[in-house]
């Protein structure tokens, strides 16, 4: 099966999941994706594993109005970003494909929607990550727009049950949903993790000064991650013995570390940290927090249970029905301060053998959730779209 994937942008995790779903069809999967939004490092991963069957185009130019450059710090449906890749389209048509998968509905699924509005012969497969809440401020005009393009659309891959659930609400048919085309690399990090020595946990520990329990959140420092509500419920929960690790960057940094010292909140902000050495981090940490407010499928939490931690996670978070369960976590709503004070002490109330063992649950349920899942969900929908089409 020839499967040509269309993808503007992609990061570390995605190559796994390419690399075995191109031995399912048989090596004969073409990646065509943005080379000028794409690191050196990435373009070197993809071609070690595709090839000259990884296409990175130049050239790009867009419409967009957005109230920042970077359309993915704001919340969901504050701006529009319409782009247009010359060649495209006939990069498609020279892959030849069974069938294409696109990312979602905007970006460069224009291309794929308009080969198979004029191509009935080449199926379309659509990797969808939204739920219906980061859809809840959804305009008229972009929901005519989704329900237009689902009749060029012969199967979908949802990350999980709340995005497969607005999939239907939009007037996707159960057959034609598959799940779990979201993963981290869990394998790779597990790996890495256990490759850490304890003396090397402990000197990073050491040059941080931490002895108690490490509260670990990962991500951008932005309104959208819900930082500043978990400082608050920290003050809130105030215990001098812990300390609250943040890694990442964003525009919110300032402010957020400004709160830290007026407040004198037990907080580090390690800044941001390269993919290739998060490991330690997720090493010495007791505990993975994600506040987030609205995300579709934060990928640091599979990532944090790869690492053998517990989770404390949103309910504004796509992933927590398949991830996070009492055996591995915790669930909570960071809009509503006592709910979230109430996690945190009861984290700290936990004893660290119990939180291990909470963590050894994590690595458990993550299982379930690997590259190789991945590749095969999104490569079973591939066969379900070429089937539908053959009755065409």
């Given at each position: ?94 892959s030849s494909p069974d069938v294409m998968v696109s990312d979602g509905f905007m970006q ?47 199967a979908y891959c949802a990350n999980g049950k709340l995005s497969g659930e607005y999939l ?35 000197s990073l520990r050491g040059t941080m000064n931490i002895s108690g329990k490490i509260f ?177």
């Open positions: 099966m020839r499967i040509t994937w269309v993808t503007r942008s992609f990061l570390d995790y995605r190559i796994p999941v390419y690399a075995e779903l191109d031995r399912l069809c048989g090596n004969q999967l073409t990646l065509i994706y943005n080379r000028e939004c794409t690191s050196d490092t990435l373009v070197s991963k993809i071609e070690a594993a595709l090839g000259d069957r990884a296409i990175g185009l130049t050239g790009e130019f867009r419409l967009a109005t957005t109230k920042r450059k970077n359309i993915t710090n704001d919340f969901a449906n504050q701006g529009i970003r319409i782009p247009y890749q010359p060649g495209l389209l006939r990069e498609i048509s020279k460069w699924t224009y291309a794929p929607l308009w080969k198979r509005l004029w191509n009935h012969k080449v199926p379309h497969v659509m990797c969808y990550e939204r739920t219906a809440h980061t859809e809840r401020k959804c305009q008229w005009y972009r929901r005519f727009y989704r329900k237009w393009a689902m009749n060029y659309i012969d239907e609400q939009l007037g996707a048919k159960k057959e034609q949903i598959f799940f779990g085309h979201m993963v981290a690399d869990t394998e790779g990090l597990s790996k890495a993790v256990l490759a850490i020595p304890q003396e090397q946990a402990d670990l959140c990962v991500g951008q420092l932005i309104p959208r991650k819900g930082i500043m509500e978990l400082l608050k419920a920290w003050k809130q929960a105030k215990n001098d013995n812990d300390t609250l690790l943040l890694v990442g960057d964003g525009f919110q940094k300032e402010e957020l570390q400004a709160f830290c010292r007026q407040e004198n909140l037990n907080t580090i902000f390690t800044g941001r940290i390269p993919y290739d050495v998060i490991m330690k981090y997720y090493r010495i940490a007791d505990v993975f927090v994600m506040p987030t407010l609205e995300d579709n499928w934060s990928l640091v939490v599979p990532e944090a249970m790869a690492c053998g931690l517990p989770i404390a996670c949103s309910q504004y978070n796509g992933c927590w029905p398949e991830l996070v369960t009492s055996e591995n976590g915790w669930v909570f709503d960071p809009l509503n301060l006592n709910d979230t004070v109430q996690m945190l002490q009861n984290i700290r109330n936990k004893p660290k053998l119990e939180l291990q063992q909470m963590g050894k649950s994590s690595e458990q349920i993550v299982s379930r959730h690997t590259p190789a899942t991945a590749a095969a969900s999104i490569f079973e929908a591939c066969e379900k779209a070429v089937s539908i089409s053959g009755k065409q």
